[in-house]
Structures are given as C-alpha cells and as structure tokens.
C-alpha cells in the first residue's frame, strides 16, 4: 500500500454523453504519461474538495460545467516517478458542449471500445469500472421453472449483467436451464457470468466468476473470459483477484443476510476501509436493496451485488 501522504490526489471525470459515449482526451506529449489517452481531470490544489477540483478541472480542460456527479472508483498507482490516487467520478449530467480547450485531441467513444486506446498504467481497472454497471444480479434458484421465470425478471428489471449461480438447483435441471438461459440471451446485450463451481464445462461464456474457493486456488487468470470476476470476504482475498488481474470483485457479506446465516457482516465501515485498499472494482454484497445504491457508490463500491435485491419482494430468498 502506498503512503497516503506521499499521493498525489487527482480529480479525474468519466463524463458521459447522451448516447452513452465516453469523453477521452490525448494527454500532452510533454506531460507526466504524455501521448496518453485519459479521462480529463487534474490535481487537487490545496484547500479544494475533490469535487470542486473536479468541476474546476472539466471546466478548465473540456469546457463543461458538472451538474451531478457520483463516484465510480479511486485507484492508487505508483508509476515510481510519482504516485497517483486517481479520485474517479462519473458524470451523466452537464451543461455546455465539451470541447478542447487546452487544444488536445479528444473523442467520444463507446464504453466497450475503451480497451482499444493506450491509458496509463493506472487506467485499467477506471476502464472495467466504466464499462460494469452499477448492478450485478446472482441467479439462483431452486428449479428450472424459476430460473427462467426470474432470468426474465431480471431481463425486464434492466439487469445486464447476471451471474448463473443456480447451486440450489437439482443437477439434473442444470443443463436444460443452462440452454433455456443461453437461448434467451443470444443476441441481446446481457453478460452471463458463469459460476465455476457448477459442474458443466463452462465453454461459450462471456464471463467466469469464481467463488473464494475457486480463487484461492487460482494459479493465473483464467483463460478465455471477456470477464473474470471473484467473491472475496476479506483484504487477502481482493488482493488476489487483484494480483490475478481479474476484472471485478464482490465483497460479502455488508448486512446479516439469510442466504449466509452464519456469516459475520461487515458493515459498511469496515467495507468502505476494505474497497479503498482495492485496486480493481467492487460490488456490496449482502442483504442489500437497490436503495443502498448510493450508499454502495459513497462507500466506494462499483455498485450492488445480489440475489434477492433485484426480486419483487414475493420472490425474494432474502
Ligand atoms: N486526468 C487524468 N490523469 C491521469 C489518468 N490516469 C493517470 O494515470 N493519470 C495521472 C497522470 C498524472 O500523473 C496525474 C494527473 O495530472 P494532470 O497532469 O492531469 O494534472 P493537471 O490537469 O492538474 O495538470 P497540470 O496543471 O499540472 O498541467 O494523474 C487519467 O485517466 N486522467
Ligand atoms: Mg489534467
């Protein structure tokens, strides 16, 4: 970890347009990581918040006055000249035309082309964190009846990105809900994380999610995955996902849970001290609802994780 004392804090703007599209700028050639692509942002000066180094700095370099803005993620990154903690905030809401008023070259790109620009070392995991979304829904269910019926719930609720946990179901259903599922998300925008406790073989998925378990025995990153995400209880576990370079992670349990009875919850302070220590993102997961979101967001997480949360009430397993 590095000394808190010696980062330089850095506002930094995923700014989003009305499209969806993704404000990138070239970075001086002369510049600290020059020749760069990055998202605009600066330094904190002495006596400013981050949010007013924000609003100062994508009015200064874009020419946009922030209306709303809600944390995405902050990494620390040492580049041995300097260390950076890289204070990143989304930006959906802002009034003028962004334009580049220090004359650098600047684009608005998709958020899953991110990956084809050269960012700084630090930017890899602020790229994942500005591709997820803010939910990540964990499919479980006790039939195959259910699973569709609730997959397609979570389809209707807006819900993108789903995790295919399904332990609780009987063996023999697995397949014919595993094809059940595929059928209905071919061709849609849905990214299916395919749990690697289950026992299939998990060709074809977009993305893999390890349990703890599973983590812990990790060699190397997994092949083969767009996404390779983990479930992590505690410091040492993030830091694997981390040094694994997987993309995500979710840390559980935040609230008492009924899933995980046993299990001692974390809190959100504990959480929030937990995340900061992170360097990739990570979901709150653990008897939460979609109204912790902003909580999730000011405690530094990508967002929330769950089971029940993206149920109606009447269908939820807690
Ligand atoms: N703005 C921004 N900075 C980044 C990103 N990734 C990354 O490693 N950095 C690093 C590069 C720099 O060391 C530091 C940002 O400093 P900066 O040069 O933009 O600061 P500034 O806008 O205040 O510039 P200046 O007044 O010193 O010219 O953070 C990124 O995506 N955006
Ligand atoms: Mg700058």
Redo the contacts with the bound molecule.
């Keep these: 970890m590095l000394g808190a004392s010696r980062l ?1 804090h ?1 506002a ?1 703007g995923v700014i989003r347009g009305g499209d969806g599209r993704i404000l990138i700028a070239e ?1 001086a050639k002369t ?3 020059g020749g760069l692509w ?6 904190v000066e002495a006596g400013e918040t981050v949010l007013e180094a924000l609003c100062r ?1 994508l009015y200064e ?1 874009v020419g946009i006055r922030v209306a709303d803005a809600t944390p995405l993620i902050k990494i620390a ?1 040492d ?1 041995g000249d ?1 260390q ?1 903690l ?1 204070d990143v905030w989304d930006i959906r809401r802002f009034e003028g035309q962004a334009h580049g008023r220090e004359g650098q070259a600047m684009q608005w790109v998709a958020a899953e082309r991110l990956n084809e620009f050269a ?5 890899r995991p ?1 790229i994942a964190a500005a591709r997820l979304p803010r939910h990540y829904a964990i499919l479980e269910a006790a039939t195959q009846r259910q699973a569709l019926d609730r997959y397609r719930l979570l389809i209707d609720q807006g819900l993108r990105l789903i995790q295919i946990r399904l332990k609780s179901l009987p063996t023999a259903e697995l397949a014919a809900t595993l094809e059940g599922i595929a059928s209905e998300s071919s061709g849609t925008d849905t990214t299916l994380m395919i749990n690697a406790d289950l026992p299939i073989s998990d060709a074809g998925y977009a993305g893999l999610h390890l349990s703890s378990r599973a983590l812990r025995a990790c060699k190397a990153r997994p092949a083969g995955y767009r996404w390779v995400a983990a479930s992590c209880h505690d410091l040492a576990e993030l830091r694997l996902a981390e040094d694994l370079g997987l993309d995500f992670a979710v840390l559980a349990p935040v609230q008492p849970t009924s899933s995980h009875p046993g299990a001692a919850a974390l809190g959100w302070e504990r959480f929030e001290a937990l995340v900061e220590r992170a360097g990739l993102p990570v979901y709150a997961l653990g008897g939460l609802q979609r109204e912790d979101g902003a909580r999730a967001a000011h405690a530094g997480a990508q967002g929330i994780a769950g089971i029940g949360a993206f149920l109606n009430a009447a269908q939820s397993p807690g």
């Design positions: 330089l850095v930094v970075r510049a600290h990581q990055e998202f605009p942002g600066g330094k700095e370099e990154h580049y300097r950076v890289l960012f700084p070392a630090a930017n602020i």
